[in-house]
């Protein structure tokens, strides 16, 4: 079964900062989506970005950038130039190419600090 | 385009009720799972639902059912409700299985089920 490891249960930036949140994942499949999910308050999760297994380059969109280590099954997120809007808790997700079910981490709280 | 609704978005029912959960996708999609999320737990694949047939089904006693209809709306009833079925409850809609190759689920905001 497919595992997502996030370490990190919570984490601060100051506004302007940057910060990187770091996501593991185990699986035996070569085809797959790593996704990066935020959840604020409002609880509802929504998508900041998303890396197909199958490319090399790392996905950008905006101040967000994943690092994709595929041997290491590693999938961190790096938020450039804080904002408070930020501040929500993150989650990192693996799906298969195969099957629809999403497999979460256990979150990160990010905290932005005025 | 409309996001994924859910309805209600707050719920408090007794122990040995039964509670019913429902979830509009976003126009298309056709394809609807939903996940339980508590703070011990975490996120966890209930269910999906494609063509009003379900497609995959997690590791939830029985008591958890759920069905979609022929325009893609999808209901999620619990019965017989324990205390620990506390939670909030999410739906997803996507693509997958129409043969669209965009790999990203959108979820609505939820409802909150409290059970006392």
């Known amino acids: 079964a497919q595992t997502v490891t996030q370490s990190q249960p919570e984490m601060s930036v100051q506004e302007a900062e940057t910060v990187t949140l770091s996501c593991t994942y185990d699986t035996s499949e070569s085809d797959y989506y790593l996704f990066w999910y935020k959840q604020p308050p409002s609880r509802q999760m929504i998508l900041v970005i998303r890396?197909?297994?199958?490319?090399?380059q790392n996905a950008t969109e905006n101040r967000f950038s994943v690092n994709f280590q595929k041997a290491a099954k590693s999938f961190s997120l790096k938020i450039s130039d804080s904002q408070l809007g930020d501040a929500a808790m993150y989650f990192c997700?693996?799906?298969?190419?195969?099957?629809?079910?999403?497999?979460f981490g256990t979150g990160t709280s990010l905290t932005v600090i005025p | 385009k409309a996001g994924v609704t859910q309805t209600p978005r707050y719920l408090i029912k007794t122990r040995g009720q039964q509670v019913t959960l429902s979830c509009s996708p976003i126009?298309?999609?056709?394809?609807v799972s939903w996940y339980q999320q508590t703070p011990g737990q975490g996120l966890q694949f209930l269910f999906e639902?494609?063509?009003?047939?379900?497609?995959n089904k997690g590791n939830f006693p029985g008591r958890f059912s759920g069905r979609q209809f022929s325009n893609s709306r999808s209901e999620m009833n619990v019965s017989t409700l324990e205390l620990g079925d506390s939670a909030l409850y999410l739906c997803?809609?996507?693509?997958f299985g129409t043969g669209d190759l965009t790999p990203e689920a959108f979820f609505g905001q939820g409802t909150r089920l409290t059970v006392v």
């Open positions: 126009s298309g999609h056709r394809s």
């Open positions: 997803a809609s996507s693509l």
């Open positions: 890396q197909e297994a199958y490319k090399q």
């Open positions: 639902y494609f063509s009003e047939t379900q497609r």
């Open positions: 997700a693996y799906r298969s190419a195969t099957g629809n079910q999403f497999y």
